[in-house]
């Protein structure tokens, strides 16, 4: 048993869209997180402090980056939700690997669905690959260990 920080460039994303595999190879993931939200109560009299009372836990949007994929099955599904508005939730698994490129902790995110696509600058001064960006909403995510 390894007791090092796991490494964050080898993982893997699946969207269960379809039946069948799709593109899913991305470069970035980013916005794992959650936090609760408080609400604040002012005690009649009491000054010195208010209290802060837990309400709902709050997640942030899911960003994955990749390679611009000039025809494929996910911008297929994120161009019907959003020109559409045929939107289907999906679960998203993203999943770290271990040295041996196996799963050692994924993140299933329930019914998410797509926010935003945006594609990286165009600059005829650099050699850079075009890079599409998709931004997406999700309920709530649990944590799977394996």
Same mark, same amino acid.
């Given at each position: !048993?390894?007791? #090092?920080?796991? *490494?964050?460039?080898?993982?893997?994303?699946?969207? +269960?869209?379809?039946?069948?595999?799709? $593109?899913?190879?991305?470069? $970035? *993931?980013?916005?794992?997180? !959650?936090?609760?939200?408080? &609400? $604040?109560?002012? &005690?009649?009299?009491?000054?010195?402090?208010?209290?802060?009372? @837990?309400?709902?836990?709050? #997640?942030?949007? =899911?960003?994955?980056?990749?390679? /611009?994929? *000039?025809?494929?099955?996910?911008?297929?599904? %994120?161009? $019907?939700?959003? &020109?559409?508005?045929?939107?289907? @939730?999906?679960?998203?698994? %993203?999943?770290? =690997?271990? &040295?041996?490129? +196996? @799963? =050692? !902790?994924?993140?299933?995110? !329930?019914?998410?669905?797509?926010?935003?696509?945006?594609?990286?600058?165009?600059?005829? +001064?650099?050699?850079?690959?075009?890079?599409?960006? /998709?931004?997406?909403? #999700?309920?709530?995510?649990?944590?799977?260990?394996?």
């Amino acid at each position: !048993m390894t007791r #090092y920080p796991p *490494v964050g460039f080898s993982f893997w994303v699946s969207f +269960e869209i379809s039946s069948e595999p799709i $593109d899913i190879a991305f470069q $970035d *993931v980013a916005g794992i997180g !959650m936090e609760l939200q408080t &609400e $604040d109560i002012v &005690e009649g009299g009491e000054n010195r402090f208010t209290q802060k009372l @837990p309400t709902r836990a709050n #997640y942030t949007p =899911l960003v994955l980056k990749r390679g /611009l994929a *000039v025809q494929s099955a996910l911008t297929n599904w %994120v161009r $019907d939700a959003v &020109e559409n508005l045929s939107i289907q @939730p999906t679960s998203i698994i %993203v999943a770290l =690997l271990n &040295e041996k490129k +196996e @799963p =050692l !902790m994924a993140y299933r995110f !329930m019914n998410a669905y797509p926010l935003k696509w945006s594609i990286s600058n165009f600059n005829a +001064e650099s050699s850079t690959l075009v890079i599409e960006s /998709l931004e997406l909403y #999700y309920q709530y995510f649990k944590i799977i260990n394996s």
